[in-house]
C-alpha cells in the first residue's frame, strides 16, 4: 500500500529512525504528530492579532484557532488557517486508516 503524496512531507522518517517504517508505524506517528499539533494550537491563549482568544468570538475566534493550530499567523511567521486546516484533515484521515487497519488486522486473527 501506498501513502499518499501529501504525507512525504510528514517527518516520519526522523522519529522512527528507519528508513521505511511500516505504514501501520507511519500512520501512527502521523497520529501523533497531528494531535500534538491540534493540543498545542488550541492551548495558545492568544490570536496572531495579540488579542486573547478568550475575548473573541464566532469566526474570528474559530480563524484564530485554526491558525494558530497552523502554527500560527501567516502575517508572523506561521502556517496559517491553510496549515491548519491540512492539520485538522491529515488527523482526520490518519485517524480513519487506523480504525481501519486495526478492523481488518482483527479479522485476519479471527480466521
Given at each position: 500500500?501506498k501513502?499518499?503524496s501529501?504525507?512525504?512531507?510528514?517527518?516520519?522518517?526522523?522519529?522512527?529512525?528507519?528508513?521505511?517504517?511500516?505504514?501501520?508505524?507511519?500512520?501512527?506517528?502521523?497520529?501523533?504528530?497531528?494531535?500534538?499539533?491540534?493540543?498545542?494550537?488550541?492551548?495558545?491563549?492568544?490570536?496572531?492579532?495579540?488579542?486573547?482568544?478568550?475575548?473573541?468570538?464566532?469566526?474570528?475566534?474559530?480563524?484564530?484557532?485554526?491558525?494558530?493550530?497552523?502554527?500560527?499567523?501567516?502575517?508572523?511567521?506561521?502556517?496559517?488557517?491553510?496549515?491548519?486546516?491540512?492539520?485538522?484533515?491529515?488527523?482526520?484521515?490518519?485517524?480513519?486508516?487506523?480504525?481501519?487497519?486495526?478492523?481488518?488486522?482483527k479479522?485476519?486473527?479471527?480466521?
Amino acid at each position: 500500500m501506498k501513502l499518499p503524496s501529501f504525507w512525504k512531507k510528514s517527518p516520519t522518517r526522523a522519529l522512527t529512525g528507519s528508513v521505511s517504517p511500516s505504514i501501520d508505524q507511519s500512520i501512527g506517528q502521523l497520529v501523533e504528530i497531528t494531535k500534538s499539533k491540534i493540543e498545542r494550537g488550541l492551548s495558545n491563549p492568544v490570536a496572531g492579532t495579540g488579542k486573547p482568544i478568550e475575548e473573541l468570538h464566532g469566526a474570528a475566534k474559530w480563524n484564530a484557532q485554526i491558525a494558530n493550530i497552523g502554527g500560527g499567523s501567516k502575517a508572523n511567521g506561521g502556517g496559517g488557517m491553510t496549515e491548519g486546516m491540512e492539520t485538522i484533515f491529515k488527523h482526520g484521515q490518519a485517524l480513519g486508516l487506523k480504525k481501519g487497519i486495526d478492523y481488518i488486522e482483527k479479522k485476519k486473527l479471527k480466521r
